[in-house]
């Protein structure tokens, strides 16, 4: 993307950013969802925006934090106040992931630095109950609904594999639930299963035939909670109706599926998959899809179309050069025959380093065969990754480009659109990638709202266009560079023509076979419109790309 004058960009943005949309609505009418090419946000619920101050200090958590390791205020509340005033619609998002909002342990452990809390929502003391740092149960309605007015999807992030640390305050689940050792040694399937992930962090025993009882640390909360009675029935209902044994993973996954059954959530990312044995993600599947339904028929006038529930496996490592396997080193697994069938893509940071058309050529390909029932989620940074895709935020609008054009969901972390730094000083690991959004950067700085908007014109026009993320790719023309994108579903299809690195000014470009002589264009990027003629269209703009879709 060339870079052009901050005042011709600040005329730009407070003309069409300032709005709600670029244009009325983010999706054409009667465009049909399709997550193979959503437009999915990633966001760390205590990092994104605090919406209820009142909420940020209810357990105490105040032991000296190490450098970005402790709560910081994010809540669901913050989300919905995002949701409220546009932003996601505004960024052409259809789908947003939170990380954990079930209730965490209450202390911390000590890193030596400084105290480590609970605050990225991955240690879980009680499935049944929501962590108050980050909300209530009617806040999470709230949300729920309010994006599903939006025609956004939630999808919440599911835990089965460990509880949280064994701190002073949080004691460990018995050992008929968990083990507490060995630590993975990572050299075989069974030692990604069979052991802890790491120190103090106990690994459920989700292999275990063994019925067990509830724990004793979860009746006696709550018991204390008032909510013991309605918990045990709600409880012998789900395994007298299921018929599943009463084994750990199985009290786990129905605690998770309620959050379904209650609020209509339309998806999970699955946490640490590949340390848990494969077929019990079918199984998870299973429970989840049988709560969507019920949801659905229980509230008709609230499901947003027929899509089944969503379930995205994060399968540390897995990447699309595998296909539909993931190699252990003494055994391949297939995960998407195991209930997930969509997988983060762990490939796409490396493979952005590609040109355009060896990206957008390849990725294509291989999802409209080998992985054609399937999808993935590309992303070029996220919360765990050490090594994201343009870490010193050099390269954003490429960034930007390569991954909401890739074929695929497009998974934007937090901060990918306003260049939220990825190091900061005095943090450690997985800590650098967890800052608070920068919002002070949208409001002050015109190079971010530059490229905010960039963002916005290409997640609109993907999300007005599943062709774009899940429809067949054709270059048209390797210089200038142009391609286009084909989709059909039923009787509804879409076609859409893109060009990138073009020349600024008047720009004279061939649009393909994909639309008619006589036929008036509209370029999203710039909002000019043409005719085609001879199968070529003109945009006269200062901008290096063209969107151009069918004038509605």
């Known amino acids: 993307?060339?870079?052009?004058?901050?005042?011709?960009?600040?005329?730009?943005?407070?003309?069409?950013?300032?709005?709600?949309?670029?244009?009325?609505?983010?999706?054409?009418?009667?465009?049909?969802?399709?997550?193979?090419?959503?437009?999915?946000?990633?966001?760390?619920?205590?990092?994104?925006?605090?919406?209820?101050?009142?909420?940020?200090?209810?357990?105490?958590?105040?032991?000296?934090?190490?450098?970005?390791?402790?709560?910081?205020?994010?809540?669901?509340?913050?989300?919905?106040?995002?949701?409220?005033?546009?932003?996601?619609?505004?960024?052409?998002?259809?789908?947003?992931?939170?990380?954990?909002?079930?209730?965490?342990?209450?202390?911390?452990?000590?890193?030596?630095?400084?105290?480590?809390?609970?605050?990225?929502?991955?240690?879980?003391?009680?499935?049944?109950?929501?962590?108050?740092?980050?909300?209530?149960?009617?806040?999470?309605?709230?949300?729920?609904?309010?994006?599903?007015?939006?025609?956004?999807?939630?999808?919440?992030?599911?835990?089965?594999?460990?509880?949280?640390?064994?701190?002073?305050?949080?004691?460990?689940?018995?050992?008929?639930?968990?083990?507490?050792?060995?630590?993975?040694?990572?050299?075989?399937?069974?030692?990604?299963?069979?052991?802890?992930?790491?120190?103090?962090?106990?690994?459920?025993?989700?292999?275990?035939?063994?019925?067990?009882?509830?724990?004793?640390?979860?009746?006696?909360?709550?018991?204390?909670?008032?909510?013991?009675?309605?918990?045990m029935a709600s409880l012998d209902g789900f395994f007298r109706r299921t018929g599943y044994p009463r084994t750990p993973k199985f009290y786990i996954m129905k605690w998770l599926s309620d959050y379904i059954h209650e609020f209509g959530i339309d998806g999970y990312r699955v946490d640490t998959a590949k340390h848990i044995e494969e077929g019990s993600w079918s199984e998870?599947?299973?429970?989840?899809?049988?709560?969507?339904?019920?949801?659905?028929?229980?509230?008709p006038a609230k499901k947003l179309d027929d899509s089944d529930f969503f379930m995205l496996g994060e399968v540390y490592g897995y990447g699309l050069h595998g296909r539909q396997l993931y190699n252990f080193g003494d055994r391949k697994v297939n995960y998407f025959e195991n209930g997930l069938k969509s997988l983060i893509n762990f490939d796409f940071k490396g493979?952005?380093?590609?040109?355009?058309?060896?990206?957008?050529?390849?990725?294509?390909?291989?999802?409209?065969?080998?992985?054609?029932?399937?999808?993935?989620?590309?992303?070029?940074?996220?919360?765990?990754?050490?090594?994201?895709?343009?870490?010193?935020?050099?390269?954003?609008?490429?960034?930007?480009?390569?991954?909401?054009?890739?074929?695929?969901i497009s998974q934007v972390y937090y901060g990918d659109e306003t260049a939220r730094p990825l190091e900061i000083p005095g943090a450690n690991g997985d800590a650098n990638l967890r800052s608070f959004m920068n919002w002070e950067d949208v409001n002050n700085s015109a190079e971010t709202r530059r490229l905010l908007q960039h963002y916005q014109k290409l997640g609109q026009f993907r999300g007005r266009h599943p062709a774009v993320g899940a429809g067949s790719h054709r270059m048209i023309s390797e210089s200038p560079y142009i391609f286009g994108r084909s989709y059909t579903k039923g009787t509804y299809t879409d076609h859409v023509v893109i060009g990138l690195g073009l020349p600024a000014g008047k720009k004279n470009l061939t649009v393909g076979t994909g639309f008619k002589d006589g036929v008036v264009l509209r370029d999203f990027y710039s909002m000019q419109e043409a005719k085609v003629k001879d199968g070529r269209i003109t945009i006269d703009s200062p901008y290096d790309i063209v969107l151009l879709e069918k004038r509605q």
């Open 284 to 299: 998870f599947y299973t429970i989840c899809q049988a709560a969507f339904e019920d949801y659905k028929k229980r509230n």
């Open 1 to 231: 993307m060339k870079h052009y004058t901050v005042l011709f960009f600040l005329v730009v943005f407070l003309a069409g950013c300032g709005r709600k949309n670029f244009n009325e609505g983010q999706t054409a009418k009667g465009t049909p969802f399709d997550w193979k090419g959503a437009n999915l946000y990633f966001l760390l619920t205590d990092r994104f925006y605090n919406g209820n101050p009142d909420n940020d200090n209810l357990l105490n958590r105040n032991k000296p934090a190490a450098v970005l390791r402790g709560f910081m205020g994010g809540d669901i509340k913050g989300v919905t106040k995002k949701i409220e005033e546009g932003y996601f619609t505004d960024l052409g998002v259809n789908a947003i992931w939170l990380t954990p909002i079930v209730e965490q342990i209450h202390g911390s452990v000590d890193e030596g630095t400084g105290h480590t809390y609970a605050f990225h929502g991955y240690w879980t003391k009680d499935w049944t109950a929501l962590d108050p740092n980050f909300g209530t149960r009617a806040e999470l309605k709230e949300m729920v609904e309010k994006a599903h007015a939006k025609g956004i999807r939630i999808v919440l992030d599911a835990v089965v594999n460990h509880t949280g640390p064994v701190t002073q305050t949080d004691p460990v689940y018995p050992d008929d639930w968990v083990r507490t050792g060995p630590k993975c040694t990572y050299n075989s399937y069974r030692n990604y299963i069979e052991c802890c992930l790491v120190e103090n962090l106990p690994d459920v025993l989700t292999e275990s035939t063994r019925e067990v009882g509830l724990p004793s640390i979860l009746a006696e909360k709550w018991k204390k909670e008032g909510r013991y009675e309605k918990e």
């Open 351 to 408: 493979d952005a380093n590609k040109g355009y058309e060896e990206l957008f050529a390849y990725y294509n390909q291989v999802l409209l065969t080998d992985l054609k029932d399937y999808s993935i989620a590309n992303y070029i940074s996220s919360h765990d990754d050490g090594s994201p895709f343009d870490k010193k935020r050099a390269r954003t609008f490429e960034a930007a480009n390569k991954l909401l054009l890739t074929s695929g």
